[in-house]
């Protein structure tokens, strides 16, 4: 499935405007903006397996196994500090 040029085109003044905003803010954090950027990549991926995915399994089933992909990712934050 792919996006096409007219929702691509629309995502354009979205982007532009983003990025102005975080140009001109006196307390932008690097750290912060690219936390958020990978955090909508992830999401986006997240959206095209769970598609894919729900072909070949249940959706109970599914939702278990990111459930339990979700902690293991999680767990090395808990041991950070």
């Known amino acids: 499935m792919r996006t096409s040029p007219q929702v691509l085109c629309s995502l354009l003044p979205i982007m532009i405007g983003l990025i102005i905003c975080a140009h001109?803010?006196?307390s932008f954090n690097a750290i912060g903006f690219w936390s958020a950027v990978f955090n909508n990549i992830i999401d986006c991926l997240q959206?095209?397996?769970s598609k894919k995915a729900l072909a070949k399994v249940s959706p109970i089933r599914l939702q278990f196994y990111t459930s339990i992909l979700a902690l293991l990712f999680q767990i090395p934050f808990i041991f950070y500090e």
């Open 24 to 26: 001109a803010e006196f």
């Open 47 to 49: 959206n095209v397996v």
